[in-house]
């Protein structure tokens, strides 16, 4: 039969909802009308998408790599059927936490100035790839090593780690700081888009607790109210200020890359390749708001 981008939404919204009942409701439409649009699209594929042996639905391992390509499939159509983007076709710029720290806004002002009839759209999106995998942005400013398959990336510098701690703490006053010195506090860790891991301590000396996060406002917070210290780049300070925090150089840690990075093949948005010349001359200039 013929999958039609009905069934891609029926998997999604089971996908999201977790049960066939709140999907059904999602869609406006009935139980079993979902529950044929799924079997449907996996007797089409071959593959069990969802594992239905408990009350609350789980994708399968197959499920789960559909799920970003249903999602990447589903967001180009809705784009290629926007109205507004017939007049301009914007170029969605993501990242997770900090853009392009304090170059951020150079590339912006260069961008509209040499491309006016391209919007650059910056958004930030709490997750690893920024978006990317469900085709919510054409390409990512994100930090640290990317190991998964289909991504096209470019090096555009290298950040120095900083430690984030509480302004009132004793650590607040000391120039720099170490891992071991970070070690003795709780680790504030954003488990969805952070570069820091247990891994970056020695396994003898890792510290005793962390509290996990999911986004950047979390993470400032647990620092703020004194829960916890973090580490993160130099791009954050000048990105995330805040009156209860201090950033301190992290004299003992390894720099973060920064990529700019998208999903090889089409497609792919024409412009992709004059931000990658921009980001470059930009970072290169060091045309940086002080």
């Avoid at 998964?148 to 120039?175: I, K, M, N, Q, Y």
């Avoid at 992290?250 to 700019?260: G, K, M, N």
């Avoid at 980001?279 to 002080?290: D, E």
């Amino acid at each position: 039969m013929t999958i039609e981008l009905r069934h891609l939404r029926a998997f999604l919204a089971i996908a999201d909802e977790g049960t066939i009942t709140r999907a059904a409701a999602r869609l406006h439409t009935g139980q079993p009308a979902v529950s044929r649009t799924l079997r449907q699209l996996e007797t089409h594929l071959g593959v069990t998408l969802v594992d239905r042996s408990t009350h609350h639905l789980e994708l399968t391992a197959q499920g789960r790599t559909f799920r970003a390509k249903a999602a990447a499939a589903v967001a180009a159509v809705d784009a290629a059927l926007d109205p507004g983007a017939l007049t301009a076709w914007p170029l969605r710029l993501g990242h997770p936490w900090a853009a392009l720290g304090d170059h951020t806004i150079p590339l912006l002002r260069r961008w509209d100035e040499r491309h006016p009839g391209v919007p650059l759209q910056l958004r930030r999106v709490d997750d690893r790839l920024a978006g990317l995998a469900q085709g919510a942005v054409d390409v990512a400013l994100l930090r640290g090593p990317l190991a998964e398959p289909g991504l096209v990336t470019v090096r555009l510098l290298e950040e120095d780690r900083v430690a984030v701690v509480p302004a009132g703490s004793e650590l607040a006053d000391r120039e720099s700081l170490t891992l071991a010195d970070i070690a003795a506090w709780p680790v504030a860790l954003n488990t969805v888009a952070g570069t820091t891991t247990l891994d970056l301590w020695p396994p003898h000396a890792r510290p005793a607790a962390t509290i996990e996060v999911t986004n950047t406002d979390e993470w400032l917070t647990a620092i703020a109210v004194g829960r916890a210290v973090g580490i993160s780049t130099a791009a954050t300070p000048r990105m995330h200020t805040h009156p209860a925090i201090a950033y301190r150089p992290l004299t003992d840690a390894p720099p973060v890359p920064v990529v700019l990075a998208w999903r090889a093949g089409p497609p792919a948005h024409p412009a992709i390749p004059d931000l990658v010349a921009l980001a470059r001359a930009v970072v290169a200039g060091g045309q940086a708001v002080g």
